[in-house]
């Protein structure tokens, strides 16, 4: 199979590479991976050393915006994996323009590119925050719940879902869409909470946690997030969504202790600043759907899954010197 990602030098992206080229997908052994990248601050070439040499891997440096590189690189492909994004919240709070740019009129380069080239399946990474927030009696997001986005990241991505699902609609291209949940493991750029706390606390610095404390995240071990997204693209229904969840829904506050304990802080470590804007309440996914029909489920235990992700950035400690 000859497959390509976008945004594959990223956090969950480059994951999903490295898994593939290294064969730990059954679903898609012995693929050819070209990765399409822009390399923005969240992209590193270093996060794809493990399998650059192989032969079975191509790097392309590029903007999913150019649809002459797209459609360019995608002949010939049975399978696109679309990760590139702008991805942080924060960010898209101080400015949206790049998140509208890559996520909506990146995703719809990338759809008219996969359209033009005939490409067999495209499967469009998107996120548990298009559904907006959750109270805290309220049931999980099944896929069936709409889209009520709060930030305008999660705008974007759910304006991008829609795209995806209008060129199955008019154009009958054959998509699927994954909804994950809060994605956490080695290789994120140290920005979102984990790899930001954990970057700070190391370098002897206190970490700034928002409002209360009490925001609820369902936490989603990287390697269980790209394994949902193999078997969405190796058994995914066209035209359908599959939510990937971790299972571990946990308070910020609960999580900040956690941290503040694997590496050996106290909590004066932490310093209370003001809520940031429109912060969603509480994500938690139903995975029925996914577990029912592709026989998803989580396989790394949270805890061990953090102690290992600490353990990671302690022993790549300055990798992105000044960043946190
Ligand atoms: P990331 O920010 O770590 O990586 C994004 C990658 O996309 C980077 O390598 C960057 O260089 C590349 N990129 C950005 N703009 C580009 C452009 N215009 N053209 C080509 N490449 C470009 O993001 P991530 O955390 O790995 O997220 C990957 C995907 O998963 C995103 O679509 C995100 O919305 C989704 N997602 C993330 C999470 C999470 O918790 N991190 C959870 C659910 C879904």
Known sequence: MRILVTGGAGFIGSHFVRQTVQNDYPELAGSEVTVVDKLTYAGRRENLA??????????????????????????????????????????????????????????????????????????????????GSLGADEEPWTEENPLAPNSPYAASKASADLMVLAFHRTHGLPVCLTRGSNTYGPYQYPEKIIPLFVSRLLAGQKVPLYGDGENIRDWLHVHDHCRGIALVAAGGKSGEIYNVGGGTELTNRALTERLLELVGADASMVERVADRKGHDRRYAMDISKISDTLGYRPAVDFDEGLAATVDWYRRHHGLWQGAA
């Not at 719809?108 to 499967?123: E, M, N, R, W, Y």
């Open 50 to 131: 493990p399998v650059s040499a192989s032969p079975r891997f191509r790097f392309v440096e590029g903007d999913i915006c150019d649809t002459r590189l797209m459609t360019q690189s995608m002949r010939g492909m049975d399978l696109v994996v679309h990760f590139a994004a702008e991805s942080h919240v924060d960010r898209s709070i101080s400015g949206a323009e790049e998140f509208v740019r890559t996520n909506v009129l990146g995703t719809q380069a990338l759809l008219t590119a996969a359209s033009d080239t005939g490409v067999g399946k495209f499967v469009h990474v998107s996120t548990d925050e298009v559904y």
